[in-house]
Every structure is written in C-alpha cells, then in structure tokens.
C-alpha cells in the first residue's frame, strides 16, 4: 500500500517537473522573440531575420509582427476557437542529422504547438475556448505534425516542419498542409538544437494564426 503510495507520488513529482520545464521554456522562447526580434511589416524581409543568440536566424515566417498586425476584432461577435486536436510528430522523425550522426529531439512538438498558437489567437484578440461549447459557429482547430527534417554542420543549422492544419464549423471545412522553415547562421552548440525546433514550432503557431484570423 505504501510502496502504492510512493510510486504514485514520485510520478506525479516528475510530471510536474516536465510541465515546469516546458513552461520555462515557452516562456525563455517569447522572452528572446521579445528582446532579440525587431519589429516589422510583414512586406518587409527584415520580418524574416532575427538576431538570436547572437546567430543570425532566417524564417519564411515573422517571429513578431507589429502590433497592428494583431488586430482586435472589435465586432459584436468575437471569432471563437476550440484547439481540438494536436497530433505529435513520429518520435522516429525527430532527431538533427550532421556528419553522419542523428541527435534526438526530446521535445512534444504537440505541446509547444497548442501553447504558442493559443497565445497568438489572444494576441489577435480571438478567444480560445475550451469545448465547442455545442455552437456550429465555434471554429474547430486540428493539427498534425507529418514531417520534420533537419541537419546542421559547423556554420549553420537548417530545419524545415511539415504540417496539416483542418479547420471546420459551420461555414468552414478546410484542410491546410502548412511548411515553414529555419537556417541559423554560426549555430555551433547542440545543446541549442531544442530551443531552435521550439521557435519553428512557434512559426507553424504564427502561420497556422494568420490563417485563422484571415477566416
């Protein structure tokens, strides 16, 4: 019974201990898009540079837009969300590959996903629910991740992310394949390598954001 008791306590401790670690994370990702990422109009190709880590980063995707790029909708009815499903890539798929060698990705690609893209809705001024709320009118949001390759040598990291975003309500049924891509310039330290994956998830966040918010 105590052994029980033991067994499951510890499980919940590491399972808290995960959650916090991810948390902190997140919260180191939006921190250095926050500081290290200028601001630009997305018609403007400086969106897609950053200075990261001192590395020079390029996307196909801002990592932050100005702000009146995120506008609040402010009609009567509020666009409302319901992140339904988020479906984590093949652990067999995640690793960075450099001279011959694969180094695994220990990261639930599913997770960062539906935190970032529940931030961007609400930086957008969507609401995020919980359930559809039994309204046809609440957009249902599916994603899975189907793809992911990534190698790096002594100058440079480059990954690319492939996706299939399914939206539906009402008046919306669409299916969306979804690819963004990362090359940061001078990456040397592999211990990196994770922290680089999460801002590409955060760039299928963004894309995945922009669409939503388009409907």
């Not at 995707?61 to 402010?74: A, E, F, M, P, W």
């Not at 919980?130 to 990291?157: A, C, G, H, I, W």
């Not at 211990?191 to 801002?199: A, E, G, S, V, Y």
């Amino acid at each position: 019974m105590f052994k029980k008791l033991f067994v499951f306590i510890l499980a919940l401790f590491f399972s808290a201990c995960a959650v916090n670690s991810k948390n902190q994370s997140i919260a180191r990702v939006n921190e250095v898009i926050k500081v290290q990422a200028e601001c630009y109009e997305p018609s403007n190709s400086k969106a897609y540079e950053a200075k990261i880590k001192g590395l020079l980063y390029i996307s196909d995707v801002g990592l932050k837009y100005c702000g009146n790029k995120r506008t609040i909708d402010k009609s009567v009815s509020l666009k409302k969300v319901y992140i339904h499903r988020v479906y984590d890539l093949n652990e067999n798929l995640k690793y960075a590959s450099s001279n011959g060698y694969n180094y695994y990705i220990n990261e639930n690609f599913n997770y960062y996903f539906y935190v970032f893209l529940k931030e961007e809705l609400e930086n957008r001024g969507i609401v995020v629910v919980e359930n559809t709320q039994d309204s046809p009118y609440v957009l249902r949001v599916d994603l899975s991740f189907n793809d992911f390759y990534s190698k790096f040598d002594s100058n440079s990291l480059f990954s690319i992310i492939a996706s299939q975003l399914t939206l539906k309500d009402i008046n919306t049924s669409k299916t969306i394949n979804i690819k963004t891509k990362q090359e940061v310039k001078g990456f040397y330290n592999i211990k990196d390598l994770p922290f680089f994956t999460q801002l590409l998830i955060k760039q299928v966040a963004n894309k995945s954001a922009d669409i939503i918010s388009s409907l």
